[in-house]
């Protein structure tokens, strides 16, 4: 069956180091974003891709960039962890634009 | 800027009551879809309904996108239903962003 995948789906880390949050889907969709999900604001976009070597910002895009060089994956790094950064993050992957989301199983990190 | 307003916030209901949860929206879209997070985090798709009513056993869903709003319907709600449900919706004049709203926290007693 086709899938999303994330990992690591638990991390703790120090405040400036470098974390890498690996998105790896088999739908063979064009579409991946991640979002992340704190208390009070619910899912908020970070970026997203259209397709490959396609990136965009979204609502919270500072302090995390992403790459796409092929269809299946969507890393999200986090250049200097900050504690602001404690989240659950998310990836989704979608067929072509405005279709059906699908979601992976949430990666949660902590930055002490 | 783009809104998507869920409501109410929270709600609590016992079990075997029936719910209606509110999804309204700023601006167009071209699709809208339901999600249910369950207590382990997981999101789950519940429709994808870009307009009219779609039914799965005892939820179903209906959406008005010249009225820029849509509705879930819970009927007979088993404790499993309980989570908190979120729409989400790709803006047209936003670049198809998918944007969510903060949910509705739903909580059914035994």
């Known amino acids: 069956d086709a899938e999303i995948t994330q990992s690591p789906r638990h991390k703790i880390t120090e405040t400036g180091r470098q974390v890498t949050l690996a998105c790896h889907q088999t739908?063979?969709?064009?579409?991946m974003f991640w979002y992340r999900q704190d208390l009070g604001h619910g899912l908020r976009l970070i970026h997203y891709?259209?397709?490959?070597?396609?990136?965009n910002k979204g609502e919270v895009s500072d302090g995390y960039s992403v790459s796409r060089s092929n269809t299946e994956d969507l890393p999200l790094t986090l250049e200097s962890a900050a504690s602001s950064q404690t989240s659950v993050y998310f990836c989704?992957?979608?067929?072509?634009?405005?279709?059906?989301?699908?979601f992976g199983e949430g990666s949660r990190l902590t930055v002490l | 800027g783009i809104q998507v307003e869920q409501s109410p916030p929270d709600l609590i209901l016992q079990e075997g009551a029936n719910s209606t949860l509110r999804c309204n929206f700023s601006?167009?879209?071209?699709?809208l879809q339901w999600f249910h997070q369950n207590p382990w985090g997981q999101l789950i798709n519940l429709f994808y309904?870009?307009?009219g009513t779609k039914q799965n056993g005892r939820l179903s869903a209906t959406t008005v996108a010249t009225e820029r709003y849509s509705l879930l319907y819970i009927s007979s709600s088993q404790t499993t239903d309980s989570g908190v449900y979120f729409c989400?919706?790709?803006?047209?004049?936003?670049?198809?962003?998918?944007?969510f709203g903060k949910g509705t926290r739903l909580h059914i007693l035994p």
């Open positions: 989704a992957s979608s067929d072509y634009r405005g279709t059906e989301l699908f």
């Open positions: 739908w063979n969709h064009n579409n």
């Open positions: 891709s259209y397709g490959v070597q396609d990136t």
């Open positions: 601006d167009s879209v071209n699709n």
């Open positions: 309904i870009p307009s």
């Open positions: 989400a919706a790709p803006f047209m004049n936003r670049d198809d962003k998918i944007i």
